[in-house]
């Protein structure tokens, strides 16, 4: 799954809403404006370790970024389904429940 921003508001702007009541149910601090004339088309979810968290999200072919000090920002684009703005929260709450992104401790990029 690759999550990107289109460009197109009307839909970044549903789908980025989507993304913040997903993060909020599962307790991740949103690190973007949650006014969605404020918001752009990414939503950055900040999560303890996030530079770990990102390059395990990678492993699993969940394409994101991060910035630092920040968190991890997902930008999803027109043809992402809910279901897998879903799964990508979910995954992240895997990563962090398993701790699965230990591994990249030492190794994650850290600005």
Same mark, same amino acid.
Do not use: K
């Given at each position: 799954? $690759?999550? $990107?921003?289109?460009g197109e508001?009307g839909g970044?702007?549903?789908q980025?809403a989507?993304? #913040?009541r997903? @993060?909020d149910?599962?307790? =991740?601090? #949103?690190?973007?404006?949650?006014e969605?004339?404020?918001?752009?088309g990414?939503?950055?979810v900040h999560?303890p370790e996030f530079? @770990?968290? %990102?390059?395990?999200?990678?492993e699993?072919e969940?394409?994101?970024d =991060?910035?630092p000090g920040?968190?991890?920002?997902l930008g999803? %684009?027109?043809?992402?389904?809910?279901?897998?703005?879903e799964?990508? #929260?979910?995954?992240?709450?895997?990563?962090? !429940?398993?701790?699965? %992104?230990?591994?990249?401790?030492?190794?994650? !990029?850290r600005?």
């Amino acid at each position: 799954m $690759r999550l $990107r921003w289109s460009g197109e508001h009307g839909g970044a702007l549903e789908q980025t809403a989507l993304l #913040i009541r997903l @993060a909020d149910e599962a307790g =991740f601090e #949103i690190r973007s404006p949650r006014e969605a004339e404020r918001r752009g088309g990414t939503v950055t979810v900040h999560v303890p370790e996030f530079e @770990a968290v %990102h390059r395990e999200l990678g492993e699993r072919e969940l394409l994101c970024d =991060f910035r630092p000090g920040s968190g991890i920002r997902l930008g999803p %684009h027109f043809y992402n389904t809910d279901d897998e703005l879903e799964r990508a #929260i979910a995954t992240i709450e895997d990563i962090l !429940a398993t701790g699965a %992104h230990r591994r990249w401790l030492d190794v994650a !990029a850290r600005f």
